[in-house]
């Protein structure tokens, strides 16, 4: 169904602009902010699983970069758009990939080595903010067992950072090394102090 509107062109033509010239800022942000969690993202997954390979691919309409060939492209589907009553081009696009040994995590990895993943872009997120922003962060970690091996477990325990404050939420604390255990605080889910 085509519809038709009485549309100024002018009026879309500098609303493009606009549209560009912000998702390009938006867009540096971002790809400067994935660039530095592939930095040590590989490194801090190493430490669970070694000899894998792990990077973030940042996947944008965006990463043309190039102001007058992205309004072009706007202007291109301007009508279909119009048509189909929405942008199906622009920042608000943009998608980012875990890429584990060249494959997509998504569709390749086990639930455990996506739980691993994860754990490795929050680890990476923690180092961002306290080494470039000066911020110490509070680390969430939910449900963060399941899936995990008792090795794997342990490892991430041994792997946090002792200076940041860490919630971590479980259904299971077997197979968790004593020592660890004794140094948390552990709260049932009455609040209770144990």
């Given at each position: 169904m085509m519809l038709n509107f009485n549309l100024d062109e002018r009026y879309l033509d500098i609303l493009d602009e606009k549209i560009?010239?912000?998702g390009l800022k938006i867009y540096n942000f971002r790809k400067k902010y994935i660039d530095l969690m592939n930095k040590n993202i590989n490194d801090i997954f190493n430490n669970?699983?070694?000899n894998q390979k792990l990077?973030?691919?940042y996947d944008s309409d965006y990463e043309i970069n190039d102001v007058e060939k992205l309004i072009k492209i706007l202007k291109k589907n301007r009508k279909k758009e119009i048509n189909i009553g929405m942008t199906d081009f622009g920042i608000h696009r943009d998608?980012?990939?875990?890429i584990h040994n060249d494959n997509s995590a998504k569709e390749y990895s086990s639930q455990g080595i996506q739980k691993l993943i994860i754990l490795a872009m929050k680890l990476s997120e923690v180092n961002i903010f306290t080494?470039?922003?000066n911020i110490c962060p509070i680390l969430l970690l939910d449900d963060l067992f399941s899936e995990l091996d008792m090795k794997n477990r342990n490892n991430i325990f041994k792997s946090l950072?002792?200076?940041i404050q860490i919630f971590i939420t479980t259904t299971d604390l077997k197979n968790i090394n004593k020592k660890i255990i004794e140094k948390?605080?552990?709260y049932d889910l009455d609040e209770r102090v144990k």
């Open positions: 560009v010239n912000e669970y699983i070694s990077y973030i691919k998608d980012f990939n875990f080494k470039e922003y950072d002792k200076n948390a605080k552990i």
